[in-house]
């Protein structure tokens, strides 16, 4: 345990300190190449450094490889290097498709219905292992069956539909969630920081050690990616970034057969689905900045999180986003509650 314990502290200060070096050469590189965005919640919108979610993947692949090589190398920890794998690569599709998105243009290029389904090519990684999940329980009626009994094909295991069904919804749903609550400084990374802390710990006590690799060399990267994106930021993710991290708290939900628990934690965005659906997706999270700095909502329409908490008094960029961060820090610590408690939710 003391190994495993030293191991997932490396993950997350090596993840930390490449994001980190990586980052400040990357916006200056991006600025040169004039790869910038506007930042729409301020003031004479001012062009920041694009494509922020490669220096993080790159940290998250260097905490990862180097988890792999003090299982192969030093013999510290053992894990499935499979689904270890498989998890990493579901990642990096992610955010090579996000990439692509980012440079053909997030409005221009790909439309919205192709948008949601890019990352279901990305899930076959983790379609292709077995993973064992747990039995699942439908209110008033009790556990369902290991095997279902279906006309003129006869029984068809559970996990049969799990890796084809149930595993890319996740994925697919999981990205496009934390891709839609985005757009203000720190909000995406700071979210995607709250919930892999909650993941990695959670992961690490119940004794789930790819899930626990995966969720530490996304904190590290990700706190590293917040000193550049917290307000005022320097650089953005892009959907690199947002889809990535939704696609690696489904990864470490998935192989951590945490289903309930990740569900839980994603309770923000299932909100965020339900105020943007009201206008049929087509409403974004931006509000529109004063010459005092506040952010005011887009007219009556409160299609996101961010406007209904811009409604709620004259607050600037930064507190709306430590307002949400703060709603999701109580999540993560009433689903803690509820871990440790061994609540059945």
């Not at 908490?309 to 509820?338: D, H, P, T, W, Y």
Request: hydrophobic share 55%.
């Amino acid at each position: 345990m003391k190994l495993f314990l030293i191991v997932i502290v490396t993950a997350i200060i090596a993840s930390f300190l490449i994001t980190n070096y990586v980052l400040p050469l990357w916006i200056e590189r991006m600025k040169k190449r004039g790869m910038t965005g506007k930042d729409l919640n301020k003031a004479g919108r001012p062009e920041i450094a694009e494509l922020g979610g490669i220096p993080v993947w790159l940290g998250i692949s260097f905490a990862i490889m180097l988890a792999i090589f003090f299982s192969t190398y030093l013999h510290w920890i053992e894990f499935n290097l499979t689904y270890l794998l498989a998890g990493f690569a579901t990642i990096f599709l992610v955010c090579f498709l996000g990439v692509i998105d980012d440079l053909i243009g997030w409005k221009d290029g790909i439309r919205q219905w192709q948008h949601a389904l890019i990352p279901l090519f990305a899930a076959l990684p983790l379609m292709a292992i077995k993973i064992g999940n747990p039995a699942i329980k439908i209110p008033f009626l009790g556990l369902l069956p290991n095997e279902f009994l279906i006309p003129f094909f006869g029984l068809v295991s559970f996990g049969v539909v799990y890796s084809l069904f149930l595993v890319p919804i996740g994925v697919t749903g999981a990205s496009n969630a934390t891709n839609m609550l985005a757009g203000l400084n720190g909000l995406e990374a700071g979210l995607g920081a709250i919930i892999a802390l909650t993941l990695l710990i959670i992961s690490f006590l119940y004794g789930q050690i790819e899930s626990t690799i995966i969720a530490a060399a996304m904190l590290g990267a990700l706190i590293a990616f917040l000193r550049y994106n917290w307000f005022p930021a320097r650089v953005f993710g892009g959907d690199s970034l947002t889809l990535m991290i939704g696609a690696g708290i489904a990864t470490i939900v998935i192989l951590g057969n945490m289903e309930k628990i990740g569900v839980l934690l994603m309770a923000l965005f299932f909100v965020e689905l339900l105020l943007k659906a009201r206008y049929k997706m087509q409403v974004e999270s931006f509000g529109i900045p004063q010459k005092n700095g506040i952010l005011k909502a887009p007219g009556k329409k409160s299609g996101s999180l961010t406007h209904v908490i811009m409604k709620l008094g004259n607050f600037n960029e930064k507190q709306v986003v430590i307002r949400i961060l703060a709603i999701q820090a109580a999540i993560s610590i009433i689903v803690f509650a509820m871990f440790l408690l061994k609540i059945n939710y």
